[in-house]
């Protein structure tokens, strides 16, 4: 298939572009390489894609809508997958337009594109963070998501609100991915475990947030990818159960789907910490801190209907997937 991803030099775009490759689509990679963290990075990720005959690179951002455009028409990709958005709860405390342009003006620009363009699925990045106060675990795609607790957050249920609209009025089959904590080997700096190892191994402090009580569904890259490919795969139809006097809002009358793509096994901050310090043989300088605004106590995937549907079943237990990255981060920046 030709397979149009967008955030192809991310975290989690790479990866996905790289299987995709492996299986023999051809992959468009669109990406505007910000510098929201390390753009070398972003490159050296990009960098692996690019000897692939199948693979090719637009370097642009999703508002701009010409650019978009060009790359639908050139390409005419038959799926889309977009990763791309301005990502981070924190930042969007401090830089909330960043979030308005990439995550609401640019994800219209993909439903757009995909409509015009005639294609056949669009799955595209929400995230668990939609679950804002809802404190009921685990989280389920059949719980309300209404009470966002960053604006981060908000664009992301937002983006679900207006793939629906398009699934509804178009019969444009939209599948959201509510991402839980990803994790692993070429992993965003501005995540835990980079930020973590990064000091430990600098001998500088770590800042832990809820004095480490709080936790989360740490996911490891290589299950998201399974996931997602097993998601791209199994196109979005009508719920033929779909009741509107009860309605699910996980599912429509339209070709719309939301699934949670988790580990659906938490652990607490301070066990993650423990098992990152006993591989690096080092131990964290700690400094305990509060919960910083616009994050939330806990998250865990209920991933239910995403198994049930494509048979997805996280497989890397959360030692493992440390010790993968850990040695990958001593490779890249040789320490």
Known sequence: MRILVTGAAGFIG??????????????????????????????????????????SFVKAALEDRPALE??????????????????????????????????????????????????????????????????????????????????????????????????????????????FTVYGPWGRPDMALFLFTRKILAGEPIEVFNHGKHSRDFTYIDDIVEGVMRTLDHVATPNPNFDPLAPDPGSSSAPYRLYNIGNDRPIELARYIELLEAKLGRSAQKILLPMQPGDVPDTWADVAELSHDTGYAPSTPVEVGIERFVDWYRAYFRV
Do not use: W
């Open 14 to 55: 790479s990866n996905l572009s790289h299987r995709l490759l492996e299986r023999g689509d051809s992959v468009l990679g669109y990406d505007n390489l910000n510098d929201y963290y390390d753009p070398a990075l972003k490159q050296a990720r990009l960098d692996r894609l690019t000897p692939h005959k199948a693979f």
């Open 70 to 179: 060009r790359a639908f028409t050139d390409f005419r990709p038959q799926r889309v997958v977009n990763l791309a958005a301005q990502a981070g709860v924190r930042y969007s405390l401090t830089n909330p337009h960043a979030y308005v342009e990439s995550n609401l003006v640019g994800f219209v620009n993909i439903l757009e594109a995909c409509r015009h363009g005639g294609v056949e699925h669009l799955v595209y990045a929400s995230s668990s963070s939609v679950y804002g106060a809802n404190r009921k675990l685990p989280f389920s795609v059949r719980d309300a998501v209404d009470h966002p607790v960053s604006l981060y957050a908000a664009t992301k249920k937002a983006n679900e609100l207006m793939a629906h609209t398009y699934s509804h009025l178009y019969a444009l089959p939209t599948t959201g991915l509510r991402f």
